[in-house]
């Protein structure tokens, strides 16, 4: 999530798991498939960063947060050989969003009457609506395939499996989602798409249709006997095999380990069991916006 705090509904709640829709595989990428790292870093990008940057096969950023030249260093990092991916929120309208006054209050999902807010002040479109598809459509190009990026990193699907969403809206979402991938698949047939967190409810469409299904809050100790998620985190590792055996579609594994709160042994650690489940793993201290390290200082 594009937050410098984690949500806290994410790591543990919600199982609900919807019967697998028919086939529709993502196109085969073989850029992709020959990646050997990523990154994700949201922050602004000077010659040093560029250059860190540069050490990894794909690269998830922010094109708003490159400033004015944004396309130019897009364009850099490309001629670097890198696979670069445009971040976007497909589901929440924040404040910041230079697009928030193109979104109606009609657009906006309503919980016992009152517009949704799953998280800060940031408003809940509604999937289901194709007026807030098609304009969804639009800032594809707009704010992430106009600033020469391989893919988009689809951020705030995750709203769909929150504990808080009545049961009948979250299967009117997914049945929004299931519309949206069809259309953005249509649209941008040779396109990449990154869907995060989208590893519960919402994994049986986006796995038909995505090229990357990142798992956010990734960590090794979720896998511990007697840790609280256990339970949780091999349920999910169980059912992302059970869907890539289906479709073809990469899954990474993401994790930005508070500072002063992890070791780098854990880091370690989370990364070489991500690498035993045939996940790339990404870690950073801090957060996205500031926190990226060096190719291989895991």
């Known amino acids: 999530m594009k937050s410098l705090f984690k949500r806290p509904f994410l790591p543990i709640f919600l199982t609900v798991l919807l019967g697998s829709l028919p086939a529709a595989a993502a196109p085969k990428n073989d850029r992709l498939d020959r990646a050997r790292n990523y990154v994700l870093y949201y922050g602004g990008a000077g010659d040093a960063e560029l250059r860190e940057l540069a ?15 944004a396309k130019a260093k897009i364009a850099r990092l490309k001629r670097n050989g890198c696979f670069v991916i445009g971040y976007l929120s497909y589901m929440e309208v924040a404040d910041w969003h230079r697009y928030k006054d193109r979104v109606p209050q009609e657009w906006i999902l309503k919980v016992d009457g009152k517009p949704w807010v799953p998280w800060g002040s940031n408003r809940a479109a509604d999937l289901n609506n194709p007026e807030w598809r098609k304009l969804l459509v639009r800032l594809t190009k707009s704010e992430v395939i106009d600033y020469g990026c391989d893919g988009v990193f689809m951020d705030t699907l995750a709203d769909i499996e929150h504990p808080k969403l009545p049961r009948a809206m979250r299967e009117k979402q997914l049945a929004g989602l299931e ?36 798992w956010e809050n990734f960590q090794a100790k979720y896998f511990d006997k007697g840790d609280e998620a256990n339970a ?65 200082k895991h």
């Open 55 to 69: 050490k990894y096969d794909v690269v998830i950023i922010d094109p708003q947060a490159l400033g004015s030249d």
């Open 232 to 296: 949780f985190a091999n349920r999910i590792r169980k059912e992302l095999d059970a869907q890539r055996k289906k479709h073809r579609f990469k899954v990474y594994a993401l994790w930005a380990a508070p500072a002063g709160g992890e070791t780098c042994r854990e880091r370690q650690r989370s990364a070489k069991l991500a690498e035993s489940f045939g996940y790339l793993f990404y870690s950073c201290v801090g957060d996205y916006h500031t926190g990226f390290t060096a190719a291989g």
């Open 179 to 214: 519309s949206l991938m069809k259309e953005l698949r249509t649209a941008y047939p040779g396109f990449a798409f990154v869907g995060n967190w989208t590893i519960q409810a919402t994994l049986p469409v986006m796995a038909k249709y995505a090229d990357i299904i990142c």
